[in-house]
């Protein structure tokens, strides 16, 4: 008898930053107000990782350690550790490399995958065909960014937006069904030129040249994001329910990226789904890029069952999006 391997969610984990930037401090450094923020962003606070010499995979290592630690499985039973980051401790070593090192998971391999605020999606895809290959048994994708490393803090356009934190997941084997169902994910570098960081790449190297333009933080052009990001979000969640033969009772939560409150209601709106099936913490922990989807799942996992349908839709700088289609497997 053939038995389908599946790659099953088996485990949560996530590290959150001790410090609180609250809307009140940014008023102090930008010219912006409380009311504002939350009208068009729904964020009230975000998380900052303070402290010298912290990157990174200071971040992820205690994801991972507790993702194995509410498996029950220690680090070293790990077979492959996937990071999903565009703010990696550095260019190489690989943050998963050092992530690993860190956390103890001295038996695994791995890699970092750079899709901005899809990465997760993109990393939970490819940690998916690990598993279903047969070839590995326990595989963690962690989303972590340190976005305050590159947020321009007199952007007031920008500098409201983002947090830093990591959290992810373990897959393993299922013979059940439940797991990862379907990934419908695009790509398109259009976006390339309305959400970047310009130098510290093999185009622009850093020089003083490109210090003294403030090109090593974050550039967004606001306006074509946004448009391009309510349509493509909502489009890949509604077109993967389509093909999966899915109505909106089907559905037990959406779990959007954490960008924008309104784009989120713009996903959920073309879905057909009510609030009360959204998960949402942005107005917590603001946008934390690759992190955000998981730091939703370990937020609500007491409110997930075995068997639950859930969507998890993501758009990100590229431009990149997409959208997953999970059955919860405990």
């Not at 962003?41 to 975000?46: A, F, K, L, N, Y």
């Not at 402290?51 to 507790?66: F, H, V």
């Not at 969640?237 to 309104?262: F, G, S």
Request: charged share 20%; with cysteine; hydrophobic share 40%.
């Amino acid at each position: 008898m053939n038995t389908k391997i599946t790659a099953a969610i088996t485990a949560i984990g996530a590290y959150l930053p001790d410090y609180i930037l609250t809307n009140a401090e940014l008023e102090k450094l930008v010219e912006t107000n409380d009311e504002w923020i939350r009208s068009r962003t729904g964020i009230s606070e975000r998380r900052i990782l303070k402290g010298e010499g912290l990157a990174t995979s200071d971040m992820a290592a205690p994801a991972l350690i507790d993702i194995c630690k509410n498996r029950g499985i220690s680090p070293e039973e790990i077979d492959c550790v996937i990071v999903a980051t565009i703010t990696p401790d550095m260019n190489f070593p690989s943050t998963s490399n050092l992530t690993c090192f860190k956390a103890g998971a001295t038996n695994a391999w791995g890699f970092d995958l750079g899709a901005a605020c899809s990465g997760f999606l993109f990393a939970l895809t490819t940690g998916a065909a690990l598993i279903e290959s047969g070839r590995y048994k326990k595989v963690a994708i962690i989303g972590a960014d340190k976005m305050s490393a590159i947020t321009d803090y007199t952007d007031r356009t920008t500098c409201i937006l983002f947090g830093d934190a990591a959290a992810g997941v373990l897959l393993e084997p299922n013979t059940e069904g439940n797991g990862v169902q379907d990934s419908l994910l695009k790509s398109d570098g259009i976006g390339g030129k309305y959400l970047n960081l310009k130098a510290g790449g093999s185009l622009l190297p850093a020089s003083h040249e490109t210090v003294d333009k403030r090109l090593h933080f974050l550039f967004q052009d606001g306006q074509p994001v946004f448009k391009f990001a309510v349509v493509g979000m909502a489009d890949a969640a509604y077109e993967l329910m389509q093909r999966n033969n899915l109505t909106a009772d089907d559905i037990r939560w959406l779990v959007p990226h954490q960008a924008n409150k309104r784009i989120i209601d713009a996903t959920a709106n073309r879905m057909g789904l009510s609030q009360d099936k959204i998960m949402l913490n942005i107005h917590k922990y603001g946008n934390t890029t690759a992190a955000t989807i998981p730091l939703c799942l370990w937020e609500y996992q007491d409110q997930l069952a075995k068997g639950d349908n859930i969507v998890l839709a993501a758009f990100g700088g590229g431009f990149t999006w997409g959208s997953t289609l999970v059955k919860w497997a405990y």
